[in-house]
């Protein structure tokens, strides 16, 4: 059974920083790229970022890009999401998700496995 469990979100000022972490299991994880993407109340799912399965490749969306940067540990079947100068616009609830084959990708359909996500909170 697999499972991604994300961890690390919580209420924070603007400007602050915050790092997600989503721990894999039940799957071959250094075979799978890895995504993160975010849902606000009332928006559809967006993309955030990507990697690639050996972490040699990443893609991010222009609003984060420059102040989010993701990661991989496959010794720890973990992906991290590292968010600094946050704004309020980046409050979500966030959502790691692992697809197979075709590199990085920023389309949620690609993505077969999810997390049930960690919210994120951002006061101005």
């Known amino acids: 059974q697999v499972q991604l469990v994300e961890s690390g979100g919580g209420l924070l000022q603007a400007g602050g920083s915050l790092r997600l972490s989503c721990a894999a299991s039940?799957?071959?994880?250094?075979?799978?790229?890895m995504g993160w993407f975010r849902q606000a109340p009332g928006k559809e799912r967006e993309f955030v970022a990507a990697?690639?399965?050996?972490?040699?490749?990443?893609l991010y969306s222009n609003p984060v890009k420059g102040r989010f940067t993701i990661s991989r540990d496959n010794a720890k079947n973990t992906a991290y999401l590292q968010m600094n100068s946050l704004k309020p616009d980046d409050a979500a609830v966030y959502y790691c998700?692992?697809?197979?084959?075709?590199?990085?990708?920023?389309?949620?359909?690609?993505?077969?496995?999810w997390g049930q996500g960690t919210q994120v909170t951002v006061s101005s």
């Open positions: 990697i690639s399965e050996s972490g040699g490749n990443t």
């Open positions: 039940g799957l071959a994880f250094r075979s799978y790229t």
């Open positions: 998700a692992a697809k197979r084959l075709g590199g990085v990708g920023n389309v949620p359909s690609q993505y077969y496995y």
